[in-house]
């Protein structure tokens, strides 16, 4: 499966975005989807992910109440709604799709590009 992220961009601190990841190739609902992050010089760190049928949702506690993952299979596309950003949100955004509900990278065969979110306060 192919995926691209879309939707980054410059916002200033408390202000919203909404990243879209769209898929192509084989059956999107198969997968799980989740999106990870990568701030310069540190590692990629789970965001939040969501199952296939999109009835179960996890979140890393640092967005947990800020951020909200959702997907349309009818569309091929997962979201991810950012609200109260701050600055320690600054990072490349990439969603990942894969056959298990697991917060590791390691878990997600295919990658998108990723999308750069930048924070200012």
């Known amino acids: 499966v192919q995926l691209q992220a879309s939707g980054g961009g410059l916002v200033q601190a408390g202000g919203s975005l909404r990243l879209s990841c769209a898929a192509s190739g084989r059956t999107f609902s198969n997968y799980t989807v989740g999106w990870f992050r990568q701030a310069p010089g540190k590692e990629r760190e789970f965001v939040a992910a969501i199952s296939r049928s999109g009835r179960t949702t996890d979140y890393a506690d640092s967005v947990e109440g800020r951020f909200i993952i959702s997907r349309d299979n009818a569309k091929n596309t997962v979201y991810l709604q950012m609200n109260s950003l701050k600055p320690e949100d600054t990072a490349v955004y990439y969603c990942?799709?894969?056959?298990?509900?697991?917060?590791?990278?390691?878990?997600?065969?295919?990658w998108g590009q990723g999308t750069l979110v930048t924070v200012s306060s």
């Open positions: 990942a799709a894969g056959g298990l509900a697991t917060t590791s990278v390691g878990g997600y065969n295919y």
